[in-house]
Protein backbone atom coordinates (compact mmCIF):
# COMPACT_ATOMS: atom_id res chain seq x y z
CA UNK A 1 0.00 0.00 0.00
CA UNK A 2 1.22 3.43 -0.96
CA UNK A 3 0.30 6.66 0.55
CA UNK A 4 -0.57 8.11 -3.24
CA UNK A 5 -3.27 5.03 -3.02
CA UNK A 6 -5.11 6.41 0.32
CA UNK A 7 -4.85 9.93 -1.42
CA UNK A 8 -7.02 8.41 -4.14
CA UNK A 9 -9.39 6.46 -1.97
CA UNK A 10 -9.93 9.89 0.29
CA UNK A 11 -10.46 11.73 -2.64
CA UNK A 12 -12.71 9.34 -3.89
CA UNK A 13 -14.99 8.99 -0.49
CA UNK A 14 -14.60 13.17 -0.12
CA UNK A 15 -16.06 14.12 -3.50
CA UNK A 16 -18.85 11.41 -3.25
CA UNK A 17 -20.09 12.94 0.03
CA UNK A 18 -19.80 16.93 -1.32
CA UNK A 19 -21.89 16.02 -4.38
CA UNK A 20 -24.71 14.10 -2.22
CA UNK A 21 -26.28 17.29 -0.71
CA UNK A 22 -26.47 19.62 -3.38
CA UNK A 23 -27.95 16.48 -5.91
CA UNK A 24 -29.91 15.53 -2.67
CA UNK A 25 -31.67 19.05 -2.92
CA UNK A 26 -32.37 18.78 -6.84
CA UNK A 27 -33.84 15.52 -6.66
CA UNK A 28 -36.06 16.33 -3.85
CA UNK A 29 -37.19 19.08 -5.66
CA UNK A 30 -37.52 16.77 -8.41
CA UNK A 31 -39.67 14.38 -6.80
CA UNK A 32 -41.93 16.81 -4.55
CA UNK A 33 -43.16 18.22 -8.52
CA UNK A 34 -41.21 21.13 -7.46
CA UNK A 35 -39.79 23.52 -10.12
CA UNK A 36 -35.86 23.26 -11.26
CA UNK A 37 -33.30 25.10 -13.93
CA UNK A 38 -34.76 22.56 -16.49
CA UNK A 39 -38.74 22.73 -15.73
CA UNK A 40 -38.66 25.52 -18.55
CA UNK A 41 -37.50 23.05 -20.97
CA UNK A 42 -38.48 19.73 -19.58
CA UNK A 43 -42.15 20.67 -18.45
CA UNK A 44 -43.59 20.72 -22.06
CA UNK A 45 -42.09 17.42 -22.70
CA UNK A 46 -43.02 15.99 -19.58
CA UNK A 47 -47.09 17.23 -19.82
CA UNK A 48 -47.26 15.51 -22.89
CA UNK A 49 -46.15 12.30 -22.42
CA UNK A 50 -48.83 12.62 -19.58
CA UNK A 51 -51.45 13.30 -22.44
CA UNK A 52 -49.97 11.04 -24.54
CA UNK A 53 -50.22 7.86 -21.63
CA UNK A 54 -53.24 9.21 -20.11
CA UNK A 55 -51.64 9.94 -16.56
CA UNK A 56 -52.70 12.36 -13.88
CA UNK A 57 -50.38 13.17 -12.58
CA UNK A 58 -52.27 14.87 -9.46
CA UNK A 59 -53.61 11.30 -8.58
CA UNK A 60 -51.47 9.51 -6.28
CA UNK A 61 -51.75 5.23 -5.52
CA UNK A 62 -51.95 3.02 -3.12
CA UNK A 63 -48.16 1.09 -2.27
CA UNK A 64 -50.50 -2.06 -3.74
CA UNK A 65 -51.30 -0.23 -6.93
CA UNK A 66 -48.24 1.35 -7.02
CA UNK A 67 -46.21 -2.26 -7.05
CA UNK A 68 -48.56 -3.75 -9.95
CA UNK A 69 -48.10 -0.33 -12.13
CA UNK A 70 -44.49 -1.30 -11.63
CA UNK A 71 -44.52 -5.18 -12.07
CA UNK A 72 -46.17 -4.41 -15.27
CA UNK A 73 -44.24 -1.73 -17.11
CA UNK A 74 -41.25 -4.58 -16.25
CA UNK A 75 -43.19 -7.11 -18.14
CA UNK A 76 -43.13 -4.83 -21.38
CA UNK A 77 -39.31 -4.88 -20.68
CA UNK A 78 -38.87 -7.89 -20.90
CA UNK A 79 -40.83 -8.48 -24.19
CA UNK A 80 -38.98 -5.31 -25.43
CA UNK A 81 -35.19 -7.26 -25.37
CA UNK A 82 -36.39 -10.89 -25.26
CA UNK A 83 -38.18 -9.79 -29.12
CA UNK A 84 -35.05 -7.94 -29.95
CA UNK A 85 -32.70 -10.21 -29.39
CA UNK A 86 -34.70 -13.46 -31.23
CA UNK A 87 -35.78 -11.61 -34.40
CA UNK A 88 -32.26 -8.74 -34.72
CA UNK A 89 -31.02 -10.91 -37.91
CA UNK A 90 -33.89 -9.43 -39.75
CA UNK A 91 -34.11 -5.80 -37.87
CA UNK A 92 -32.02 -3.03 -38.71
CA UNK A 93 -28.27 -1.58 -37.66
CA UNK A 94 -26.61 -4.55 -37.49
CA UNK A 95 -23.38 -4.13 -39.48
CA UNK A 96 -21.86 -6.99 -38.24
CA UNK A 97 -24.33 -9.43 -39.26
CA UNK A 98 -25.49 -10.97 -36.02
CA UNK A 99 -27.87 -13.58 -36.00
CA UNK A 100 -30.89 -14.54 -33.39
CA UNK A 101 -29.80 -15.04 -30.23
CA UNK A 102 -30.89 -18.81 -28.01
CA UNK A 103 -34.07 -18.85 -26.36
CA UNK A 104 -32.48 -19.29 -23.08
CA UNK A 105 -29.69 -17.07 -23.52
CA UNK A 106 -32.73 -14.39 -24.38
CA UNK A 107 -34.81 -15.08 -21.81
CA UNK A 108 -31.79 -14.85 -19.16
CA UNK A 109 -30.66 -11.96 -20.57
CA UNK A 110 -34.01 -10.26 -20.49
CA UNK A 111 -34.57 -11.08 -16.77
CA UNK A 112 -31.05 -9.78 -16.07
CA UNK A 113 -31.63 -6.00 -17.55
CA UNK A 114 -35.26 -5.25 -16.18
CA UNK A 115 -34.04 -6.29 -12.72
CA UNK A 116 -31.00 -3.95 -13.10
CA UNK A 117 -28.40 -6.63 -12.76
CA UNK A 118 -27.31 -6.99 -16.19
CA UNK A 119 -25.83 -10.05 -15.54
CA UNK A 120 -23.89 -10.96 -19.49
CA UNK A 121 -23.72 -14.52 -20.41
CA UNK A 122 -22.17 -13.51 -24.07
CA UNK A 123 -20.10 -11.29 -24.94
CA UNK A 124 -21.63 -8.09 -26.49
CA UNK A 125 -19.55 -7.22 -29.34
CA UNK A 126 -19.78 -10.83 -30.84
CA UNK A 127 -23.85 -11.48 -30.11
CA UNK A 128 -25.54 -8.37 -30.15
CA UNK A 129 -26.46 -5.81 -32.91
CA UNK A 130 -26.60 -2.36 -32.75
CA UNK A 131 -30.16 -1.62 -31.92
CA UNK A 132 -30.42 -4.07 -29.31
CA UNK A 133 -27.71 -2.69 -27.52
CA UNK A 134 -29.54 0.34 -27.87
CA UNK A 135 -32.90 0.00 -28.13
CA UNK A 136 -33.04 -3.00 -25.85
CA UNK A 137 -30.48 -2.73 -23.16
CA UNK A 138 -29.47 0.78 -22.82
CA UNK A 139 -33.39 2.07 -23.08
CA UNK A 140 -33.90 -0.59 -20.10
CA UNK A 141 -30.60 0.88 -18.34
CA UNK A 142 -32.69 3.81 -18.05
CA UNK A 143 -36.01 2.42 -16.67
CA UNK A 144 -34.32 -0.18 -14.53
CA UNK A 145 -32.76 2.17 -13.03
CA UNK A 146 -35.48 4.60 -12.53
CA UNK A 147 -37.61 2.22 -11.19
CA UNK A 148 -35.09 1.78 -8.33
CA UNK A 149 -34.54 5.57 -7.30
CA UNK A 150 -38.80 5.94 -7.37
CA UNK A 151 -39.41 2.68 -5.38
CA UNK A 152 -36.60 4.41 -2.81
CA UNK A 153 -38.80 7.36 -2.93
CA UNK A 154 -41.85 6.08 -2.39
CA UNK A 155 -40.28 4.07 0.58
CA UNK A 156 -39.06 7.48 2.05
CA UNK A 157 -42.68 8.91 1.71
CA UNK A 158 -44.09 5.96 3.81
CA UNK A 159 -41.51 7.48 6.45
CA UNK A 160 -42.60 11.37 5.94
CA UNK A 161 -46.07 11.35 5.56
CA UNK A 162 -48.68 11.04 8.01
CA UNK A 163 -52.48 9.31 8.21
CA UNK A 164 -51.99 8.82 4.73
CA UNK A 165 -53.16 5.78 1.60
CA UNK A 166 -50.56 7.10 -0.93
CA UNK A 167 -47.49 6.42 -1.43
CA UNK A 168 -46.85 8.79 -4.98
CA UNK A 169 -47.96 7.91 -8.64
CA UNK A 170 -45.62 5.69 -10.47
CA UNK A 171 -45.75 6.70 -13.52
CA UNK A 172 -45.13 10.22 -12.67
CA UNK A 173 -42.43 9.63 -10.49
CA UNK A 174 -40.56 7.38 -13.39
CA UNK A 175 -41.38 10.02 -15.97
CA UNK A 176 -39.69 12.71 -13.92
CA UNK A 177 -37.11 10.50 -12.76
CA UNK A 178 -36.06 9.63 -16.35
CA UNK A 179 -36.20 13.51 -18.03
CA UNK A 180 -35.34 15.42 -14.54
CA UNK A 181 -32.42 13.22 -13.35
CA UNK A 182 -31.03 10.67 -15.91
CA UNK A 183 -31.07 11.38 -19.16
CA UNK A 184 -29.30 15.12 -18.37
CA UNK A 185 -26.59 14.11 -16.97
CA UNK A 186 -25.88 10.92 -19.21
CA UNK A 187 -25.91 13.70 -22.08
CA UNK A 188 -23.60 15.58 -20.14
CA UNK A 189 -21.62 12.23 -19.12
CA UNK A 190 -21.20 10.49 -22.53
CA UNK A 191 -19.84 13.81 -24.22
CA UNK A 192 -16.91 13.62 -21.84
CA UNK A 193 -16.98 10.23 -22.47
CA UNK A 194 -16.25 11.13 -26.14
CA UNK A 195 -13.97 13.07 -25.03
CA UNK A 196 -11.81 10.90 -23.41
CA UNK A 197 -12.15 8.57 -26.23
CA UNK A 198 -15.09 6.31 -26.11
CA UNK A 199 -16.69 5.26 -29.56
CA UNK A 200 -19.83 6.51 -30.51
CA UNK A 201 -20.71 5.59 -33.37
CA UNK A 202 -23.44 3.88 -36.08
CA UNK A 203 -20.78 3.00 -38.48
CA UNK A 204 -19.49 -0.41 -39.16
CA UNK A 205 -16.50 -2.45 -37.02
CA UNK A 206 -13.68 -1.17 -38.62
CA UNK A 207 -11.06 -3.33 -40.31
CA UNK A 208 -7.68 -3.27 -39.18
CA UNK A 209 -4.37 -5.30 -40.36
CA UNK A 210 -1.76 -6.51 -37.44
CA UNK A 211 1.65 -6.53 -37.91
CA UNK A 212 1.82 -10.39 -38.60
CA UNK A 213 -0.49 -9.16 -42.05
CA UNK A 214 -3.50 -10.68 -40.70
CA UNK A 215 -7.02 -9.69 -40.66
CA UNK A 216 -8.85 -8.28 -37.72
CA UNK A 217 -12.22 -6.43 -37.06
CA UNK A 218 -12.09 -3.67 -34.84
CA UNK A 219 -15.53 -3.95 -32.94
CA UNK A 220 -16.91 -0.26 -32.16
CA UNK A 221 -20.58 1.14 -31.83
CA UNK A 222 -22.89 3.15 -29.84
CA UNK A 223 -20.15 2.76 -26.66
CA UNK A 224 -20.42 6.19 -24.36
CA UNK A 225 -24.17 6.25 -24.23
CA UNK A 226 -24.63 2.80 -22.95
CA UNK A 227 -21.33 3.40 -20.88
CA UNK A 228 -22.92 6.71 -19.01
CA UNK A 229 -25.96 5.26 -18.56
CA UNK A 230 -24.82 1.98 -17.17
CA UNK A 231 -22.56 3.28 -14.70
CA UNK A 232 -25.23 6.00 -13.32
CA UNK A 233 -27.70 3.91 -13.11
CA UNK A 234 -25.45 1.18 -11.65
CA UNK A 235 -26.67 -1.35 -14.37
CA UNK A 236 -22.80 -2.41 -15.27
CA UNK A 237 -23.43 -4.45 -18.76
CA UNK A 238 -20.69 -4.01 -21.10
CA UNK A 239 -21.07 -3.25 -24.40
CA UNK A 240 -18.09 -5.42 -24.54
CA UNK A 241 -17.20 -8.76 -23.58
CA UNK A 242 -14.11 -7.14 -21.32
CA UNK A 243 -16.43 -4.42 -19.93
CA UNK A 244 -14.55 -1.45 -18.12
CA UNK A 245 -11.19 -3.30 -18.65
CA UNK A 246 -11.65 -2.98 -22.39
CA UNK A 247 -9.61 0.33 -23.65
CA UNK A 248 -13.14 1.65 -25.80
CA UNK A 249 -15.08 1.79 -22.45
CA UNK A 250 -12.55 3.27 -20.07
CA UNK A 251 -10.06 4.66 -22.01
CA UNK A 252 -7.70 6.83 -19.76
CA UNK A 253 -7.03 6.95 -15.81
CA UNK A 254 -9.52 9.92 -15.65
CA UNK A 255 -12.28 8.28 -17.39
CA UNK A 256 -11.87 5.36 -15.21
CA UNK A 257 -12.44 7.73 -11.94
CA UNK A 258 -15.56 9.44 -12.97
CA UNK A 259 -17.02 6.35 -13.88
CA UNK A 260 -16.33 5.02 -10.24
CA UNK A 261 -17.92 8.39 -8.84
CA UNK A 262 -21.11 8.03 -11.38
CA UNK A 263 -21.64 4.71 -9.50
CA UNK A 264 -21.88 6.05 -6.00
CA UNK A 265 -23.34 9.58 -6.44
CA UNK A 266 -26.83 9.15 -7.15
CA UNK A 267 -27.06 6.16 -4.32
CA UNK A 268 -25.52 8.73 -1.76
CA UNK A 269 -27.35 11.87 -2.75
CA UNK A 270 -31.02 9.40 -2.04
CA UNK A 271 -29.79 9.67 1.65
CA UNK A 272 -29.73 14.02 2.03
CA UNK A 273 -33.05 13.01 -0.06
CA UNK A 274 -34.20 10.43 2.95
CA UNK A 275 -33.07 13.54 5.51
CA UNK A 276 -34.97 15.94 3.70
CA UNK A 277 -38.08 14.57 3.15
CA UNK A 278 -38.38 13.42 6.82
CA UNK A 279 -37.37 16.82 7.23
CA UNK A 280 -33.80 16.42 9.25
CA UNK A 281 -31.07 15.89 7.37
CA UNK A 282 -29.15 14.55 9.99
CA UNK A 283 -30.84 10.92 9.47
CA UNK A 284 -29.52 11.23 5.85
CA UNK A 285 -26.23 11.69 7.18
CA UNK A 286 -26.49 9.13 9.60
CA UNK A 287 -27.25 6.55 6.75
CA UNK A 288 -24.63 7.81 4.52
CA UNK A 289 -22.03 7.07 7.62
CA UNK A 290 -23.14 3.38 8.11
CA UNK A 291 -22.82 2.77 4.55
CA UNK A 292 -19.31 5.01 4.48
CA UNK A 293 -18.00 2.96 7.50
CA UNK A 294 -18.61 -0.58 6.00
CA UNK A 295 -17.04 0.62 2.33
CA UNK A 296 -14.26 2.12 3.67
CA UNK A 297 -13.37 -1.30 5.78
CA UNK A 298 -14.20 -3.03 2.76
CA UNK A 299 -11.66 -1.12 0.65
CA UNK A 300 -9.05 -1.26 3.32
CA UNK A 301 -9.26 -4.90 3.23
CA UNK A 302 -9.32 -5.41 -0.47
CA UNK A 303 -6.32 -3.05 -1.08
CA UNK A 304 -4.15 -4.57 1.75
CA UNK A 305 -4.59 -7.99 0.08
CA UNK A 306 -3.73 -6.80 -3.65
CA UNK A 307 -1.30 -4.18 -2.51
CA UNK A 308 0.53 -7.80 -0.47
CA UNK A 309 0.10 -10.34 -3.16
CA UNK A 310 0.82 -13.84 -1.91
CA UNK A 311 3.47 -15.95 -0.89
CA UNK A 312 3.71 -17.43 -4.54
CA UNK A 313 3.72 -14.35 -6.32
CA UNK A 314 7.25 -13.68 -3.76
CA UNK A 315 8.56 -16.80 -4.16
CA UNK A 316 8.84 -16.35 -8.02
CA UNK A 317 10.41 -12.94 -7.15
CA UNK A 318 7.14 -11.07 -8.57
CA UNK A 319 6.95 -8.15 -6.17
CA UNK A 320 4.74 -5.28 -5.18
CA UNK A 321 1.32 -6.85 -5.36
CA UNK A 322 -1.25 -9.04 -7.05
CA UNK A 323 -0.88 -7.75 -11.26
CA UNK A 324 -2.83 -10.66 -11.90
CA UNK A 325 -6.16 -10.09 -13.66
CA UNK A 326 -5.84 -5.80 -13.75
CA UNK A 327 -4.77 -3.05 -16.25
CA UNK A 328 -1.27 -1.69 -16.15
CA UNK A 329 -3.00 1.31 -16.81
CA UNK A 330 -4.88 1.49 -13.78
CA UNK A 331 -3.17 -0.66 -11.16
CA UNK A 332 -3.66 -2.16 -7.75
CA UNK A 333 -5.49 0.86 -5.91
CA UNK A 334 -7.49 1.97 -9.05
CA UNK A 335 -8.68 -1.86 -9.33
CA UNK A 336 -9.27 -2.45 -5.69
CA UNK A 337 -11.21 0.19 -5.49
CA UNK A 338 -13.42 -0.33 -8.16
CA UNK A 339 -13.96 -4.08 -7.39
CA UNK A 340 -15.35 -2.86 -4.22
CA UNK A 341 -17.37 0.27 -5.39
CA UNK A 342 -19.09 -1.86 -8.19
CA UNK A 343 -19.80 -4.49 -5.45
CA UNK A 344 -20.96 -2.34 -2.69
CA UNK A 345 -23.32 -0.99 -5.26
CA UNK A 346 -25.25 -2.83 -7.88
CA UNK A 347 -23.01 -2.42 -10.78
CA UNK A 348 -21.24 -4.92 -11.66
CA UNK A 349 -19.12 -2.82 -14.57
CA UNK A 350 -15.53 -4.74 -13.86
CA UNK A 351 -11.87 -2.94 -14.69
CA UNK A 352 -9.83 -5.62 -13.38
CA UNK A 353 -11.27 -9.35 -13.11
CA UNK A 354 -12.18 -9.94 -9.88
CA UNK A 355 -11.39 -13.82 -10.14
CA UNK A 356 -7.80 -13.45 -10.58
CA UNK A 357 -7.68 -11.28 -6.67
CA UNK A 358 -6.40 -12.54 -3.79
CA UNK A 359 -8.19 -14.81 -1.66
CA UNK A 360 -8.88 -11.89 1.36
CA UNK A 361 -9.41 -9.54 -2.13
CA UNK A 362 -12.29 -11.43 -3.86
CA UNK A 363 -13.89 -11.81 -0.39
CA UNK A 364 -14.67 -8.63 -0.12
CA UNK A 365 -16.73 -8.24 -3.15
CA UNK A 366 -18.24 -11.46 -2.20
CA UNK A 367 -19.56 -10.44 1.24
CA UNK A 368 -20.56 -6.53 -0.41
CA UNK A 369 -23.18 -8.76 -2.66
CA UNK A 370 -24.05 -11.32 0.33
CA UNK A 371 -24.89 -8.33 2.66
CA UNK A 372 -27.60 -7.04 -0.20
CA UNK A 373 -25.50 -4.43 -1.50
CA UNK A 374 -26.55 -1.90 0.93
CA UNK A 375 -23.68 -0.44 1.05
CA UNK A 376 -24.85 2.93 -1.05
CA UNK A 377 -26.15 -0.19 -3.56
CA UNK A 378 -27.74 -0.34 -6.58
CA UNK A 379 -29.32 3.69 -7.27
CA UNK A 380 -32.54 3.15 -4.84
CA UNK A 381 -32.40 -0.66 -4.21
CA UNK A 382 -29.37 0.61 -1.80
CA UNK A 383 -31.52 2.89 -0.49
CA UNK A 384 -34.62 1.13 -0.09
CA UNK A 385 -32.46 -2.01 1.39
CA UNK A 386 -30.48 -0.11 3.94
CA UNK A 387 -33.99 1.35 5.38
CA UNK A 388 -35.14 -2.33 5.46
CA UNK A 389 -31.89 -3.09 7.92
CA UNK A 390 -32.35 0.18 9.61
CA UNK A 391 -36.35 -1.45 10.41
CA UNK A 392 -34.76 -4.10 12.05
CA UNK A 393 -32.26 -2.58 14.11
CA UNK A 394 -34.74 0.02 15.12
CA UNK A 395 -36.92 -3.14 16.64
CA UNK A 396 -33.40 -4.45 18.43
CA UNK A 397 -33.25 -1.26 19.91
CA UNK A 398 -36.41 -1.42 21.40
CA UNK A 399 -36.27 -4.92 22.27
CA UNK A 400 -33.06 -4.14 24.57
CA UNK A 401 -35.15 -1.01 26.44
CA UNK A 402 -38.25 -2.83 26.72
CA UNK A 403 -40.91 -0.35 24.78
CA UNK A 404 -42.12 0.08 21.05
CA UNK A 405 -39.25 0.70 18.50
CA UNK A 406 -39.84 4.27 16.58
CA UNK A 407 -37.86 6.17 13.81
CA UNK A 408 -38.48 9.49 12.26
CA UNK A 409 -41.72 9.73 14.38
CA UNK A 410 -43.01 6.22 13.01
CA UNK A 411 -43.93 3.37 15.54
CA UNK A 412 -42.18 0.44 14.00
CA UNK A 413 -44.43 -2.74 15.05
CA UNK A 414 -44.69 -6.53 14.02
CA UNK A 415 -45.72 -5.79 10.15
CA UNK A 416 -42.61 -3.70 9.00
CA UNK A 417 -40.68 -6.06 10.88
CA UNK A 418 -41.74 -8.90 9.56
CA UNK A 419 -42.07 -7.23 6.06
CA UNK A 420 -38.29 -6.63 6.41
CA UNK A 421 -37.01 -9.66 7.75
CA UNK A 422 -39.00 -11.69 4.57
CA UNK A 423 -37.11 -9.19 1.95
CA UNK A 424 -33.82 -9.86 4.09
CA UNK A 425 -34.16 -13.75 3.66
CA UNK A 426 -34.75 -13.53 -0.15
CA UNK A 427 -30.97 -13.60 -0.36
CA UNK A 428 -29.91 -16.50 1.79
CA UNK A 429 -32.33 -18.21 0.31
CA UNK A 430 -31.94 -17.91 -3.44
CA UNK A 431 -28.04 -18.08 -2.99
CA UNK A 432 -27.20 -20.71 -0.87
CA UNK A 433 -30.29 -23.37 -2.53
CA UNK A 434 -29.05 -22.74 -6.17
CA UNK A 435 -24.95 -22.73 -5.11
CA UNK A 436 -26.00 -26.30 -3.12
CA UNK A 437 -27.49 -27.56 -6.38
CA UNK A 438 -25.41 -26.21 -9.27
CA UNK A 439 -21.87 -27.92 -7.12
CA UNK A 440 -23.80 -31.21 -7.26
CA UNK A 441 -26.24 -31.44 -10.80
CA UNK A 442 -23.68 -33.28 -13.15
CA UNK A 443 -24.53 -30.34 -16.37
CA UNK A 444 -23.67 -27.50 -14.19
CA UNK A 445 -20.09 -29.34 -12.38
CA UNK A 446 -18.96 -29.92 -16.01
CA UNK A 447 -19.02 -25.92 -16.66
CA UNK A 448 -16.99 -25.30 -14.20
CA UNK A 449 -13.57 -25.03 -15.42
CA UNK A 450 -12.07 -25.08 -11.65
CA UNK A 451 -11.87 -27.83 -9.14
CA UNK A 452 -12.04 -27.53 -5.48
CA UNK A 453 -12.39 -24.59 -3.50
CA UNK A 454 -11.89 -22.03 -6.58
CA UNK A 455 -14.58 -23.67 -8.20
CA UNK A 456 -17.20 -23.29 -5.68
CA UNK A 457 -16.34 -20.18 -5.12
CA UNK A 458 -17.23 -19.21 -9.09
CA UNK A 459 -20.31 -20.96 -8.44
CA UNK A 460 -21.54 -19.10 -5.34
CA UNK A 461 -20.25 -15.58 -6.70
CA UNK A 462 -22.35 -15.89 -9.70
CA UNK A 463 -25.27 -17.08 -7.39
CA UNK A 464 -24.46 -14.11 -4.73
CA UNK A 465 -24.15 -11.85 -8.00
CA UNK A 466 -27.20 -12.77 -9.48
CA UNK A 467 -29.78 -12.73 -6.70
CA UNK A 468 -27.86 -9.20 -5.27
CA UNK A 469 -28.74 -8.07 -8.67
CA UNK A 470 -24.94 -6.88 -9.23
CA UNK A 471 -23.50 -8.79 -12.36
CA UNK A 472 -20.15 -9.34 -12.43
CA UNK A 473 -19.20 -12.70 -11.98
CA UNK A 474 -15.72 -14.97 -11.39
CA UNK A 475 -14.60 -15.88 -14.60
CA UNK A 476 -13.86 -19.95 -15.30
CA UNK A 477 -17.66 -20.84 -14.86
CA UNK A 478 -19.34 -21.14 -18.41
CA UNK A 479 -22.80 -19.37 -17.45
CA UNK A 480 -24.26 -19.60 -21.19
CA UNK A 481 -25.90 -23.37 -20.49
CA UNK A 482 -29.88 -23.54 -20.04
CA UNK A 483 -29.12 -24.27 -16.19
CA UNK A 484 -27.57 -21.41 -15.34
CA UNK A 485 -29.55 -18.99 -18.09
CA UNK A 486 -33.10 -20.26 -15.71
CA UNK A 487 -31.77 -20.57 -12.50
CA UNK A 488 -30.00 -17.38 -12.86
CA UNK A 489 -33.23 -15.42 -14.15
CA UNK A 490 -34.81 -17.20 -11.28
CA UNK A 491 -32.31 -16.01 -9.10
CA UNK A 492 -32.54 -12.25 -10.50
CA UNK A 493 -36.07 -12.27 -10.64
CA UNK A 494 -36.76 -13.05 -6.70
CA UNK A 495 -33.91 -11.13 -5.46
CA UNK A 496 -35.22 -8.07 -7.44
CA UNK A 497 -39.05 -8.22 -7.08
CA UNK A 498 -39.61 -9.95 -4.01
CA UNK A 499 -37.33 -7.92 -2.23
CA UNK A 500 -39.72 -4.98 -3.74
CA UNK A 501 -42.68 -6.16 -2.93
CA UNK A 502 -42.18 -6.24 1.12
CA UNK A 503 -40.18 -2.98 0.49
CA UNK A 504 -43.55 -1.46 -0.95
CA UNK A 505 -45.85 -2.77 1.85
CA UNK A 506 -44.10 -1.28 4.43
CA UNK A 507 -44.12 2.11 2.87
CA UNK A 508 -47.72 1.89 2.63
CA UNK A 509 -48.25 0.65 6.07
CA UNK A 510 -45.70 4.11 7.52
CA UNK A 511 -47.83 6.37 5.96
CA UNK A 512 -50.83 5.29 6.85
CA UNK A 513 -49.50 5.79 10.73
CA UNK A 514 -49.89 9.26 12.63
CA UNK A 515 -46.18 10.74 13.72
CA UNK A 516 -45.61 10.72 16.66
CA UNK A 517 -43.62 13.25 18.45
CA UNK A 518 -40.11 12.55 20.81
CA UNK A 519 -39.65 11.35 23.86
CA UNK A 520 -37.25 10.95 26.65
CA UNK A 521 -37.32 7.22 25.78
CA UNK A 522 -36.57 7.77 22.09
CA UNK A 523 -33.56 6.24 20.69
CA UNK A 524 -31.60 9.19 19.14
CA UNK A 525 -30.89 7.71 15.52
CA UNK A 526 -28.68 10.79 14.10
CA UNK A 527 -25.24 9.86 16.18
CA UNK A 528 -22.91 7.99 16.75
CA UNK A 529 -24.84 4.90 18.99
CA UNK A 530 -26.97 4.52 16.32
CA UNK A 531 -24.36 4.25 13.75
CA UNK A 532 -22.55 1.44 15.22
CA UNK A 533 -26.25 -0.30 16.16
CA UNK A 534 -26.93 -0.55 12.42
CA UNK A 535 -23.72 -1.61 11.22
CA UNK A 536 -23.66 -4.42 13.99
CA UNK A 537 -27.13 -5.47 12.59
CA UNK A 538 -26.36 -5.83 8.82
CA UNK A 539 -23.02 -7.88 9.48
CA UNK A 540 -25.11 -10.01 11.88
CA UNK A 541 -28.18 -11.04 9.57
CA UNK A 542 -25.59 -10.41 6.52
CA UNK A 543 -24.18 -13.92 8.51
CA UNK A 544 -26.86 -15.42 7.40
CA UNK A 545 -25.79 -15.59 3.79
CA UNK A 546 -21.91 -15.81 4.06
CA UNK A 547 -20.98 -18.07 7.31
CA UNK A 548 -23.76 -20.91 6.19
CA UNK A 549 -21.92 -20.38 2.64
CA UNK A 550 -18.27 -20.88 3.95
CA UNK A 551 -19.50 -23.94 6.59
CA UNK A 552 -21.34 -25.31 3.17
CA UNK A 553 -18.14 -26.66 1.55
CA UNK A 554 -17.69 -29.81 3.54
CA UNK A 555 -21.50 -30.71 2.86
CA UNK A 556 -20.80 -30.21 -0.55
CA UNK A 557 -18.13 -32.81 -1.20
CA UNK A 558 -19.52 -34.95 0.72
CA UNK A 559 -22.80 -34.74 -1.66
CA UNK A 560 -20.29 -34.66 -4.82
CA UNK A 561 -18.91 -37.77 -3.65
CA UNK A 562 -22.09 -39.29 -3.68
CA UNK A 563 -23.33 -38.23 -6.80
CA UNK A 564 -19.97 -39.50 -7.90
CA UNK A 565 -19.55 -36.10 -9.37
CA UNK A 566 -15.88 -34.67 -9.65
CA UNK A 567 -15.80 -31.46 -8.42
Same mark, same amino acid.
Given at each position: ?259 MLSIFTLGAALTNVFGRMVGNERQGWAILAVMGVLFVAGVAVAYWAEAGGTSILSGLGLTGG ?94 ? =??? !? ?7 ? $? /? %????? @? *? &? ?46 ? =??? !? ?7 ? $? /? %????? @? *? &? ?46 ? =? ?12
Amino acid at each position: MTAIGWVQIVLYCVIVAALARPLGWYMTRVFNGESTFLSAVLRPVEGAIYRIGGVDERREQHWLTYAVAMLLFHVGGFLIIYGLMRLQAFLPFNPAGQGAVAADLSFNTAISFITNTNWQNYGGESTLSYLTQMVGLTHQNFLSAATGIVLAVALIRGFARSSMRTVGNFWVDVTRCTLYVLLPICIVYTLFLVWQGMPQTLGPYVEATTLEGARQDIAVGPVASQVAIKMLGTNGGGFFNANASHPFENPTALSNFVQMLSIFTLGAALTNVFGRMVGNERQGWAILAVMGVLFVAGVAVAYWAEAGGTSILSGLGLTGGNMEGKEVRFGIVASALFAVITTAASCGAVNSMHDSFTALGGMIPLINMQLGEIIVGGVGAGMYGMLLFVVLAIFVAGLMVGRTPEYVGKKIEARE =VKM !AMLAILILP $L /M %ILGFT @A *I &AVVYPTAVASTANVGPHGFSEVLYAYSSQTANNGSAFAGLTGNIFFYN =VTG !AIAMFVGRF $L /M %IVPAM @A *I &AGSLAEKKSVPASAGTLPTTGGLFVGLVVGVILILGGLTFFPALALGP =VVEHLAMNANTVF
